[in-house]
């Protein structure tokens, strides 16, 4: 009996451990167990990945809102992926596996009850669901024999909840950038509000908060997603967060990154988040995710082995229908001109360092750039 014991226990964590063969073009789910130390359910993982070389082609993780639907978020990216060439990966954290929405996700189980905090009830790290994230990293990376160094994310609504807490007490993750559109509410970072809404209670660490403000995080923002708390379909609705970050989601998403950046100012030190407003756009997570394209981009198309610090593209912005783009190399350069959208718009080999934009509209372009098979990006705004 006691062989058998065993030999279950040996088959249960290699059943969780074993590789999915993931595969170029391919679109399916796995599930995904936490090993120990990790003290989290499994979790579905929706994914999609296009053609090209899945050992070296940049990741994105999309986090999803309250409707627990990871297949719907992975599909908000499926033609940006196919257009960009990047994996797309989105965790469901079921409500069988992780009952209770506020605390066991957009709280990230960090407290036992996270409108309730005290020291007692602070869980350790390995209980917490964002410390899943990197091993599921991990994970795909020894399925796919990767080579990927980082890993984009990209949250809506509750999912946006998720991630800019991970960043606050996980600051060193192996997230490159994170894009948090239309968070209902967040934490912010005031010692005078009780944790979640401020950061009294929280044993969030000084140091660990100062790490987050030197991430790449977007605070991203629909300029329609106004309505209130006190309406059906608001936001969190209690007379504290009301009366500390406002009525709705801009509003509240304005407070949270003005607030962040005033404590980041007074403590002295770098402060490197965004904020970003979609106008004429709402509560909408395909529509926030297609302007969230523009700030992963710079991420899900350069490679680390070039130093974007070397390359440069002026005049930017320019209204001169030519551009010069010069580097510290003598190689060949590559260059792909893409839209806001993702659509590549122009693919040219330059030997002269100059680039025609005069057929392109008014608006913001990725420009990628490839040496001797390193690319990074630079944005170029057209006038």
């Not at 090993?35 to 070296?56: K, M, S």
């Not at 596996?97 to 996700?105: E, H, I, K, R, T």
């Not at 490679?303 to 593209?313: A, H, R, V, Y």
Request: charged residues 15%; hydrophobic residues 35%; glycine residues 8%.
């Amino acid at each position: 009996m006691h062989r058998i014991k065993i030999l279950i226990s040996f088959l249960i964590y290699y059943q969780s451990g074993i590789g999915q063969n993931l595969s170029a073009n391919s679109t399916g789910s796995f599930t995904f167990t936490p090993q120990p130390p990790l003290n989290r359910p499994p979790v579905e993982v929706f994914y999609h990945i296009p053609e090209g070389n899945i050992a070296t082609m940049p990741i994105l993780m999309s986090f999803h809102g309250a409707a627990r639907d990871g297949a719907t978020h992975r599909d908000y990216w499926v033609n940006m992926a196919n257009s960009n060439g990047f994996m797309v990966f989105a965790p469901q954290f079921s409500n069988a596996n992780y009952p209770g929405l506020g605390d066991n996700y957009i709280m990230s189980n960090i407290f036992e009850d996270g409108d309730n905090p005290s020291p007692e009830t602070f869980n350790d790290q390995n209980e917490w669901t964002c410390s899943i994230l990197d091993p599921l990293f991990e994970y795909i990376k020894t399925d796919i024999s990767g080579t990927q160094l980082s890993y984009s994310a990209w949250g809506h609504s509750a999912g946006a909840q998720f991630l800019h807490r991970l960043f606050m007490y996980l600051p060193n993750s192996n997230i490159n950038v994170a894009v948090c559109s239309n968070a209902g509410w967040y934490t912010v970072p005031e010692e005078s509000v009780n944790y979640p809404y401020g950061i009294l209670n929280s044993q969030l660490p000084q140091s660990d908060l100062i790490s987050s403000f030197s991430n790449n995080i977007i605070i991203h923002l629909g300029q329609d997603d106004t309505v209130p708390s006190t309406d059906p379909g608001g936001p969190r609705d209690n007379t504290v967060l009301n009366n500390q970050q406002g009525l709705h989601r801009l509003e509240r998403g304005q407070y949270f990154f003005n607030t962040s950046q005033t404590v980041a100012g007074n403590l002295g030190v770098d402060f490197n988040w965004e904020k970003h407003e979609v106008p004429n756009v709402g509560h909408d997570g395909q529509l926030m995710a297609n302007d969230a394209l523009q700030y992963l981009m710079p991420f899900l198309l350069s490679t680390p082995e070039f130093d974007s610090n070397t390359l440069s593209i002026f005049p930017n912005p320019t209204n001169t229908g030519v551009v010069t783009i010069t580097s510290n190399k003598s190689d060949v350069m590559n260059v792909q001109v893409f839209d806001i959208l993702g659509k590549q718009v122009k693919n040219e080999t330059l030997t002269n360092n100059t680039l025609s934009v005069s057929d392109l509209k008014s608006g913001i372009y990725i420009v990628k750039i490839t040496q001797n098979n390193a690319s990074t990006t630079k944005r170029l705004v057209i006038r």
